[in-house]
């Protein structure tokens, strides 16, 4: 069995040990020491990160009872190495393990809410609680609370015990599910929270600095509630103040002034859009006729083949059913999107046209293929898009194999 020092001492940042196994996990290398302060991912909280003799280890995982450290790179059994974590990332994992044991304990004497998932991740913290509702009101509650227990400098103590009769003396927030290899492991944040806990843990609930909210989602079982604390919180709080700072520069105004001024722009938009379609409208009226002018006349109907730039896909599919309603007509159209350098693509025709040949999802595959891109659709109506580079030989593809359709 692998030594835990981690257990020992959470602060140890850096050991020697001997490979004792390597074993091969989904095509990396899985390297067993006699010990290790890196701590496995586990009860919420990913595995460490760090190096072996300037090796990167890239995770550390629990499997069948045993400690990998995973790497690129294999190191002989009966090796001496050196262990050196990456600490940063470990003590932002530890700030957020015990800070997420503030919050649910406060979402618990609060609300009443139980935790009953928890997502210690890379970006983001969240703990699922069984709420029927959450308002922002209410989580300035919850912070207001955990941020009195982090002020109070709470110490965070760690109790070990063998027998399960051993925690009825702990008003445990929920009961361990199984016995660990060391035993029950109880971690206490001084006369608040009581919870049976493998992770790594601060020392006391002032290293975790600040506890905010920053989202919270409702879900089928309750909510999730997104928080941060401790270096999180403040790399979290320079972004926001750097976002706020360089709005209110942009805007040439205060940080208070932004929210009313962006609700005056907002507001001021939605008066722009509306003309903008008003004139969209009115545009489309001298548009349509003037496409059917310039058609081509064949067999008793118009074949319209139109190249467009930079035009909401919305307002073609529009012109291209008002040109099928007006005349019986086969319509192509193209847009180019400069901004992408992507090509859309719209083809329709009339239903009174009945050559099951000029179906127009098939004929669109065909052109989309010349434009490395792809689209179909129905006999009548078809979409897609594709590389514009290719666009002259389209087109002179479509509109021959129109025409043979028609007069074979």
């Not at 790179?73 to 050196?84: D, Q």
């Amino acid at each position: 069995m692998t030594s835990r020092l981690y257990y020992e001492n959470g602060y140890l940042s850096k050991c020697q040990a001997k490979v004792i196994e390597v074993k091969n996990i989904k095509g990396k290398f899985g390297i067993c020491l006699d010990k290790t302060c890196f701590y496995p991912e586990g009860g919420g909280q990913p595995g460490d990160i760090g190096t072996m003799n300037d090796i990167e280890i890239q995770d550390t995982q629990k499997i069948e009872g045993r400690i990998y450290h995973i790497t690129d790179k294999s190191i002989p059994i009966g090796s001496n190495v050196e262990l050196k974590l990456n600490w940063d990332h470990r003590y932002e994992l530890m700030q957020a393990h015990s800070g997420q044991h503030v919050i649910s304990e406060c979402f618990w004497e609060l609300m009443q809410a139980e935790t009953f998932s928890v997502h210690l991740g890379k970006k983001t913290l969240s703990i699922d609680v069984k709420l029927p509702y959450f308002s922002w009101q209410d989580a300035a509650r919850i912070e207001s609370r955990a941020n009195q227990i982090i002020f109070e400098n709470r110490p965070i103590l760690i109790h070990w015990h063998d027998h399960l009769e051993d925690l009825e003396q702990y008003p445990l927030r929920r009961s361990p599910k199984k016995k660990g290899e060391g035993g029950f492991r109880i971690v206490i944040v001084n006369d608040f929270d009581y919870s049976a806990c493998g992770g790594i843990h601060t020392r006391t609930t002032g290293e975790l600095g600040l506890m905010k909210i920053t989202k919270w989602t409702k879900m089928k079982e309750g909510i999730k509630v997104e928080y941060v604390c401790g270096n999180r919180a403040l790399k979290n709080y320079q972004q926001r103040s750097e976002i706020l700072r360089d709005s209110s520069a942009k805007f040439k105004c205060s940080e208070e002034e932004l929210v009313p001024l962006i609700e005056k722009v907002q507001t001021d938009l939605e008066k722009t859009q509306e003309q903008l379609s008003n004139l969209t409208k009115k545009m489309m009226e001298y548009e349509v006729p003037e496409l059917i002018a310039q058609a081509q006349q064949i067999s008793g109907f118009h074949l319209i083949i139109h190249q467009f730039s930079n035009r909401n896909i919305q307002e073609l599919r529009e012109i291209e059913s008002k040109l099928i309603k007006k005349v019986k007509s086969i319509v192509i159209f193209t847009n180019l999107i400069e901004d992408s350098n992507k090509l859309q693509l719209i083809f329709g025709r009339t239903p009174e046209i009945q050559n099951k040949d000029l179906h127009m999802g098939n004929l669109l595959k065909e052109t989309a293929k010349i434009l490395n891109g792809k689209g179909g659709g129905k006999p009548e109506f078809a979409q897609g898009g594709g590389n514009p580079t290719n666009l002259p030989q389209s087109l002179e593809f479509i509109e021959n194999k129109i025409k043979k359709i028609i007069f074979e």
